[in-house]
């Protein structure tokens, strides 16, 4: 599954502390050296810049904060409940409703601003 990706992007691993490029990072934007979630600093078409991490919604907690798609970096709202279904995942957010998501899609998750 393609991430939603934003116009500007670098790469950097927070653990090992090492800038990483694109190819080199596996689908689960995971490092392949270490397998701690890729920070990406991310800026979207209208200059907003947020660092995010790629998760499956398994990987969601309460608490973390998710950018609605297709809003640029623009809309992100706090995971309220995570519910595994059939088919993939219920995601419910503060101020927004729900979002579903099958289990390898990746969502982008705000963890901070640069
Ligand atoms: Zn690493």
Redesign the pocket.
């Known amino acids: 599954m393609i991430p939603i990706m934003y116009p500007k992007e670098s790469y950097k691993?927070?653990?090992?502390?090492?800038a990483l490029v694109e190819r080199s990072i596996p689908d689960d934007w995971k490092?392949?050296?270490?397998?701690?979630a890729?920070a990406i600093y991310a800026e979207d078409h209208e200059g907003r810049r947020h660092t995010v991490n790629r998760l499956k919604p398994g990987e969601l907690q309460v608490g973390h904060s998710v950018v609605v798609p297709t809003s640029g970096l623009k809309h992100v709202h706090d995971v309220l409940a995570v519910t595994k279904e059939p088919c993939g995942y219920r995601i419910a957010l503060k101020g927004y409703g729900v979002i579903r998501y099958s289990a390898d899609e990746l969502l982008n998750c705000v963890t901070g601003g640069w």
């Open positions: 691993c927070p653990t090992c502390g090492v490092c392949a050296t270490c397998g701690s890729v």
